[in-house]
């Protein structure tokens, strides 16, 4: 048992998942970032707005993932390197157009969607509740906005 009586194997696997998904939300933070300070256009206000929320949210989330990892006792992976080999999210470099941003924040979505309801599995067979009230939370929040975000494209 690690230091908070869970399992030690599942709990590293779950460490290690974790990491991948810190990796992930890192780049879509530096991109979201980037499509706040780069959008331009007639919707520049509403989406410039936007994505400030949005990746206020994304910069709460990479901490409360670090901790989790901390939490099980492992440490959080802190380079973008590593970021960078793990990511299945990929930089995006100047994007000024809005669709194409939002199309860009639901394909990172997804993939966070994606990797999020395999360690919500893990977490269940490992008895973790912790982490998986973290990435139920996660989902339903994330679900909501992939609705939002088709609807503007729409």
């Known amino acids: 048992m690690n230091q908070i009586g869970l399992k030690e194997k599942p709990s590293k696997e779950l460490a290690q998942k ?7 939300y ?9 499509y706040h300070w780069n ?4 919707k520049f206000f509403e989406l410039h707005l936007k994505f400030e929320e949005l990746y206020n949210d ?9 901790e989790r990892i901390k939490t099980l006792g492992e ?5 973008f390197t590593d970021y960078l080999a793990l990511s299945a999210i990929k930089e995006t470099k ?5 669709k194409e941003a939002v199309q860009n924040i639901l ?9 999020q309801r395999e360690i919500l599995s893990l977490a269940g067979s490992a008895d973790d509740e912790g982490t998986n009230a973290l990435m139920s939370d996660y989902i339903r929040a994330q679900e909501k906005m992939v609705w939002m975000y088709n609807a503007y494209l729409a």
């Open 18 to 24: 974790l990491n991948l998904l810190l990796a992930n």
């Open 26 to 34: 890192h780049i879509f933070y530096i991109n979201v970032r980037g």
């Open 39 to 42: 959008i331009k256009g007639e």
């Open 58 to 66: 994304v910069v709460l989330k990479i901490d409360e993932i670090a």
């Open 75 to 79: 440490t959080p992976l802190h380079t």
């Open 94 to 98: 100047n994007v000024s157009n809005g």
């Open 107 to 115: 394909n990172s979505l997804k993939e966070l969607l994606v990797l």
